[in-house]
């Protein structure tokens, strides 16, 4: 039973690594983030991406390769709508607000499902249509960024504390789809997914199931856009076209299968953290004048990247089954605790000047990284021990895992290889820690 969940769930193996490995470096480069308002603010920025990649996992794993390419347009309407009820002051009580967001976007997918079941149109042709209608009505709307947002959300966005209402909407969220996957409504999903013929022949009601993940994704996009909302603080028409190219990458980059039947809120949300991660790090750097163009880059060139991984994950599975995506998890979870432990208590870090790279400092974080003027290895006694220790329990457990493993087998495999690896990592580590002063 563990080994075939494990099996289904190693499409996570690269978004999890990719997101360690950017979460790090962001750490590292700008090591204000490991604070109160970094993390405060890191939270309402990510927030709207996040909540838009959820709404595209859901119709992805619907299957029919339905990819809402309207999504960040809705969200943009949605935004416009409320800001300009707000200054009118017709909407200014927080359950108007969230029955007004939230009823937009059901109302406009309940729209999309009933064209693409009754109409019987391609879904990508329906999410076209929307994303160039919803992009002309929101300029109709509001032609050009401003109003104001209701008065209960101007501290929503100030991002100086962690524990605010927009994270506790993230958690709910998140935790609504984990309640929603103990459901036979997401079985049937999944399986319409996989193969809708299928699902049809076994008595699912395909029509009412695409309905209902409609409704749900409608209801993340009304929460992505109160949280934008109270980001900006005002109304932005312009936005919504970035912020679908922005989702697609994330759900890609999170392992969510555009094909339907499989996917979920843990990939979809490493995805998003990622490029929000990627977007940190870049503005970490001084490009000049082509500062700007450098995320999309970035942006195409992981992606292609972590497509390729993904397709050598099964391969790499075939040797290293005993590797858990929870248990790579949990080891690279300890590696960043470890780097943002040491960033926040590391008097070395002091005395660092602030860095501006605009316009990437605007999008990507409220307070702005510092450049560390000190790059020089940065270790205590109990530093040291607590390294040397960890990295010998991590060799110490994959040498006996591969060596039970290749103990049943027939011939050698990679066992070799990847101890001979594991004895030079170790050689090298001790040479480094023993040139420490």
Same mark, same amino acid.
């Given at each position: 039973m563990?080994?075939?969940?494990?099996?289904?769930?190693?499409?996570?193996?690269?978004?999890?690594?990719?997101?360690a490995?950017?979460?790090?470096?962001?750490?590292?480069?700008?090591?204000?983030?490991?604070?109160?308002?970094?993390?405060?603010?890191?939270?309402?920025?990510?927030a709207?991406?996040?909540?838009?990649?959820?709404?595209?996992?859901?119709?992805?794993?619907?299957?029919?390769?339905?990819?809402?390419?309207?999504?960040?347009?809705?969200?943009?309407?949605?935004?416009?709508?409320?800001?300009?009820l707000?200054?009118?002051?017709?909407?200014?009580?927080?359950?108007?607000?969230?029955?007004?967001?939230?009823?937009?976007?059901?109302?406009?997918?309940?729209?999309?499902?009933?064209?693409?079941?009754?109409?019987?149109?391609?879904?990508?042709?329906v999410?076209?249509?929307?994303?160039?209608?919803?992009?002309?009505?929101?300029?109709?709307?509001?032609?050009?960024?401003?109003?104001i947002?209701?008065?209960?959300?101007?501290?929503?966005?100030?991002?100086?504390?962690?524990?605010?209402?927009?994270?506790?909407?993230?958690?709910?969220?998140?935790?609504?789809?984990?309640?929603?996957?103990?459901?036979?409504?997401?079985?049937?999903l999944?399986?319409?997914?996989?193969?809708?013929?299928?699902?049809?022949?076994?008595?699912?009601?395909?029509?009412?199931?695409?309905?209902?993940?409609?409704?749900?994704s409608?209801?993340?996009?009304?929460?992505?856009?109160?949280?934008?909302?109270?980001?900006?603080?005002?109304?932005?028409?312009?936005?919504g076209?970035?912020?679908?190219?922005?989702?697609?990458?994330?759900?890609?980059?999170?392992?969510?299968?555009?094909?339907?039947?499989?996917?979920? !809120?843990? +990939?979809?949300? #490493?995805?998003?953290? $990622?490029? *929000?991660?990627?977007?940190?790090? &870049? @503005?970490?750097?001084?490009? /000049?004048?082509?500062?700007?163009?450098m995320?999309?880059?970035?942006?195409?060139?992981?992606?292609?990247?972590?497509?390729?991984?993904?397709?050598?994950?099964? !391969?790499? +599975?075939?040797? #290293?089954?005993?590797? $858990?995506? *929870?248990?790579?998890?949990?080891? &690279? @979870?300890?590696?960043?605790? /470890?780097?943002?432990?040491?960033?926040?208590?590391?008097?070395?870090?002091?005395?660092?000047?602030?860095?501006?790279?605009?316009?990437?400092?605007?999008?990507?974080?409220?307070?702005?990284?510092?450049?560390?003027?000190?790059?020089?290895?940065?270790?205590?006694?109990?530093?040291?021990?607590?390294?040397?220790?960890?990295?010998?329990?991590?060799?110490?457990?994959?040498?006996?895992?591969?060596?039970?493993?290749?103990?049943?087998?027939?011939?050698?495999?990679?066992?070799?290889?990847?101890?001979?690896?594991?004895?030079?990592?170790?050689?090298?580590?001790?040479?480094?820690?023993?040139?420490?002063?």
């Amino acid at each position: 039973m563990s080994s075939s969940a494990s099996d289904s769930n190693s499409y996570l193996l690269v978004p999890i690594v990719l997101t360690a490995a950017l979460l790090g470096t962001a750490v590292i480069r700008g090591p204000n983030l490991v604070s109160a308002p970094g993390i405060g603010s890191a939270i309402i920025v990510a927030a709207p991406l996040i909540l838009a990649t959820y709404a595209l996992m859901i119709l992805a794993v619907a299957g029919r390769g339905t990819i809402d390419l309207a999504v960040g347009p809705l969200l943009a309407f949605i935004n416009v709508v409320v800001v300009k009820l707000s200054t009118a002051g017709i909407l200014e009580s927080p359950i108007a607000t969230f029955i007004v967001a939230l009823g937009l976007g059901m109302i406009y997918q309940l729209f999309f499902a009933l064209t693409v079941i009754f109409v019987r149109v391609q879904p990508i042709i329906v999410a076209l249509s929307g994303f160039l209608a919803l992009t002309g009505i929101n300029l109709v709307i509001m032609p050009r960024p401003g109003g104001i947002a209701p008065e209960f959300m101007h501290t929503w966005g100030e991002g100086v504390e962690i524990f605010t209402p927009i994270l506790a909407i993230l958690v709910l969220a998140t935790l609504f789809w984990y309640l929603f996957t103990t459901s036979s409504f997401y079985a049937n999903l999944k399986l319409m997914g996989y193969d809708e013929r299928a699902a049809w022949t076994s008595g699912v009601r395909i029509d009412f199931v695409r309905i209902g993940a409609h409704l749900i994704s409608g209801i993340y996009v009304g929460l992505g856009a109160i949280c934008y909302t109270a980001l900006i603080s005002s109304g932005d028409p312009t936005q919504g076209q970035n912020l679908t190219l922005t989702a697609v990458t994330a759900l890609v980059l999170g392992g969510v299968a555009l094909s339907g039947g499989r996917g979920g !809120v843990t +990939g979809a949300l #490493l995805g998003a953290l $990622s490029l *929000w991660l990627i977007g940190y790090v &870049l @503005a970490t750097f001084n490009f /000049g004048a082509i500062q700007a163009f450098m995320t999309q880059m970035v942006y195409g060139l992981i992606l292609v990247l972590s497509l390729i991984l993904t397709l050598f994950v099964p !391969v790499v +599975g075939r040797y #290293l089954r005993f590797i $858990s995506p *929870w248990a790579t998890f949990l080891l &690279l @979870a300890m590696i960043v605790l /470890g780097i943002m432990l040491q960033v926040a208590t590391s008097a070395n870090y002091k005395g660092m000047t602030q860095i501006y790279f605009e316009p990437l400092t605007a999008k990507y974080f409220l307070y702005v990284p510092v450049r560390l003027g000190d790059t020089s290895w940065l270790s205590t006694p109990v530093q040291t021990f607590a390294l040397l220790s960890g990295a010998s329990a991590v060799c110490f457990v994959l040498v006996a895992r591969l060596a039970s493993a290749e103990s049943r087998a027939k011939k050698m495999a990679v066992f070799p290889y990847l101890f001979v690896a594991v004895l030079i990592f170790a050689a090298f580590i001790a040479s480094l820690l023993g040139n420490l002063p």
